[in-house]
């Protein structure tokens, strides 16, 4: 045997020492991105705020819907918009902006060219309110602390709010949509600024068309915002 022979023999034979310890090997190759723990860390944190608002106690809102509307789309997106509250059709199929005021957003997307599953989309409140009345402003209050937390994880760079109800939620019930529609803001959350588009909400555009004007002006300007971002949809 060469010297070489027994250098190797004797690799092998430590390797194969009953007493040791057993080295078990893979092929798979070792992950050195970071952004994969983040990807993951982002499923385990939707799932967590999920199980919060699916246990939330003391709720007439969750006593009185058949589902939670957690969300729908892209969670890695870039783009969340946050709408109201879940109507009818979203409480029997337990996603948002499923309805007619959903047909009309899917529209709006394309018009600007965006596909609906390539965006992220919630509400303000997760359960339907009883026969679709406003959320009142203490479940409004409750629930922006989840809507912050799902803000924070998505963590988009670009949030549209869509009607009063999404406005209030994250600036307060002091100002007016018609005032700040169609102008960027920044909302802070958790010490990280997002950038945040206020418009009307579609189900509003159902019942006053006239002022869909208003909301094409407001989506050629999210568009140019996309583009200059390089967003990737
Ligand atoms: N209106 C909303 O605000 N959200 C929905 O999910 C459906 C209608």
Partial sequence: M?????????ILNEFNDPNEIEFIFSDKPINRF??????????????K????LQNIKNCELKESAKKLVFSDGNSNSKIMIVGEGPGQKEDEVGKPFVGDAGLLLNKMLKAININRQDIYITNVVNYRPPNNRKPEPAEITRYSEYLRKHIS???????ILMGSTAMESLFG???KISKERGNWKDVIINNKSYLTMITFHPAYLLRQ??????????LKEIRKKIDELEINL
Avoid: G, H, R
């Fill in 49 to 52: 705020l999920k199980n919060d």
């Fill in 34 to 47: 970071k952004t994969k723990p983040e990807v993951e860390d982002k499923i385990s944190l939707l799932a």
């Fill in 209 to 218: 068309p006239e002022q869909k004007k208003y909301s094409w002006a407001d």
């Fill in 173 to 175: 019930s002091k100002i």
């Fill in 2 to 10: 060469t010297l070489e022979e027994k250098n190797q023999n004797d």
């Fill in 153 to 159: 994880i998505i963590n988009p760079k670009i949030l």
